[in-house]
């Protein structure tokens, strides 16, 4: 069974640092791109920042100089460390991987993690 797992949110003041993981397991044979996504609430979900197998990267306007997203392909975990936060940056963040190969069958999976809550108070 192939997994997306999210941790590191939490509740933080404004100005403050956080870093979230996400890491995939079970049985996967690659993955090319890999994202998070944030939705707060009363909003449509939107992509923060992307980052593809090679290490280019994306990142949203509102988070750019901000935020940095990394990948340790050999782990299958992607990164977004989050600086300088501020109230609107509160939402549920979610990992995706939009093309993940499965080792044991071959199937391709529109992969995504169930979310963690980044609240910042000000």
């Known amino acids: 069974q192939v997994q997306l797992v999210e941790s590191g949110g939490g509740l933080v003041q404004a100005g403050g640092s956080l870093r979230l993981s996400c890491a995939a397991s079970?049985?996967?044979?690659?993955?090319?791109?890999m994202g998070w996504y944030r939705q707060a609430p009363g909003k449509q979900r939107e992509l923060v920042a992307a980052i593809t197998s090679g290490g280019s990267t994306n990142y949203a306007d509102s988070v750019k100089g901000r935020f940095t997203i990394s990948r340790d392909n050999a782990k299958n975990t992607v990164y977004l460390q989050m600086n300088s936060l501020k109230p609107e940056d509160t939402a549920v963040y979610y990992c995706?991987?939009?093309?993940?190969?499965?080792?044991?069958?071959?199937?391709?999976?529109?992969?995504w993690g169930q979310g963690t809550l980044v609240t910042v108070s000000s």
């Open positions: 079970g049985s996967i044979f690659s993955i090319n791109a």
């Open positions: 995706n991987a939009p093309r993940l190969r499965v080792g044991e069958t071959g199937a391709l999976l529109d992969a």
